[in-house]
């Protein structure tokens, strides 16, 4: 009988263990990556990047293209928008600006 008691206390112990991981990851790995990009950050500056595009010297970005801003880039993740920002993804998921910029603006399909 002392098998069927260590078993049944396993399964349990390691059920309330898999959820409590789950649930834990689940709230957690949001609220990690929810940081706003710095224009200070060296990547922010390898790459031009401004809060408000209206500010952008455009004699120093070759690349703009008239009109463009972060809102209407491939790498800003719209879905995740919130308050007027997004995860970027060439800056690894830190928050964007909507009226942002940055040098590597692509155009979304269609």
Do not use: N
Request: aromatic share 10%; with cysteine.
């Amino acid at each position: 009988m002392q098998k069927q008691y260590d078993r049944r206390r396993f399964i349990k112990l390691a059920g309330a263990s898999l959820a409590t991981v789950t649930v834990g990851g689940l709230w957690a790995a949001p609220v990690l990556a929810q940081e706003k990009l710095l224009t200070s950050d060296p990547t922010a500056q390898a790459l031009h990047f401004v809060e408000d595009v209206s500010t952008l010297d455009k004699s120093q970005a070759p690349t703009y293209k008239e009109g463009s801003h972060c809102g209407d880039c491939v790498l800003y993740q719209v879905a995740s928008e919130k308050d007027g920002y997004a995860p970027c993804g060439a800056f690894g998921g830190k928050l964007v600006p909507k009226s942002g910029w940055c040098a590597a603006w692509a155009a979304q399909p269609g």
